[in-house]
């Protein structure tokens, strides 16, 4: 599952851009995948948030759901997931994505950050919608220390981001590529749903012999 368009296409017009320099067209940097699709995303020096932001109007009420993104450092080791929920309410978490560490939580957001390839991190928040009639969002963050998300940047200075991810449900799901269009089906391999435990490394092949018993350390 995956309720966001262009979920890896950044300077996309369905993600919105706030204090942040015009992105370079098609990434072009390193991905946790081995492709060139990452991007870099750098703070003005006006002192503002410094952001991308999603709508996500599949999200049901009083559900949660995991936003998720990989993240690597390019100067400022910190970054912002954020959820915001039907209710108006922002729940987010800051992620330092030099050392791995989980800095402030705020809201009732559950935080997780695992190491993948290449020097990322995938960062992610669950939280519960609740209820109200607002849209729900998600928005990426660069943050200058933990706490701080809300400066002046260099010019210079950023994060590289790769791979967003909203799913239903109290974890990441294995990371699908979006489009114009979103999946609204949960991630399945022959009937098997992989669950956000399994370990990074693994890539399961359409060719996969059948008589092979998948252990619990993999599904849940």
Sequence with gaps: MNLLTYSQQFDNSAWSKAGLLPITSGGGLLAPDGS??????????????????QPVPTM????????AV???PNGYDWCVVLQEGIDGFRRYAYF?????????????????????????????ISADTNTGSSNSFIHIVVASAN??????????????VWGAQVNEG??????????????????VYS?????????????????????????SSIVN
Excluded: W
């Design 170 to 187: 109290s974890g990441p799901e294995v990371y699908q590529k979006t489009l114009g269009t979103i999946i609204n089906t949960p991630f």
């Design 36 to 53: 060139m699709t990452a991007y870099s995303l750098v703070p003005s020096t006006t002192s503002a948030s410094h952001h991308l932001g």
């Design 70 to 72: 990989y993240v690597k």
């Design 96 to 124: 330092n994505v030099a050392t791995g560490a989980i800095g402030n939580v705020v809201l009732n957001a559950t935080p997780s950050i695992v190491a993948a390839e290449n020097g990322f991190y995938r960062c992610s």
């Design 147 to 160: 706490g701080g998300d809300f400066f002046a940047g260099d010019g210079i200075s950023g994060i590289i």
């Design 60 to 67: 049901q009420q009083s559900t949660i759901y995991t936003d």
């Design 191 to 215: 009937g098997i749903t992989l669950k956000s435990s399994m370990p990074t490394g693994i890539t399961l092949k359409s060719s996969m012999p059948t008589g092979i018993t998948l252990k």
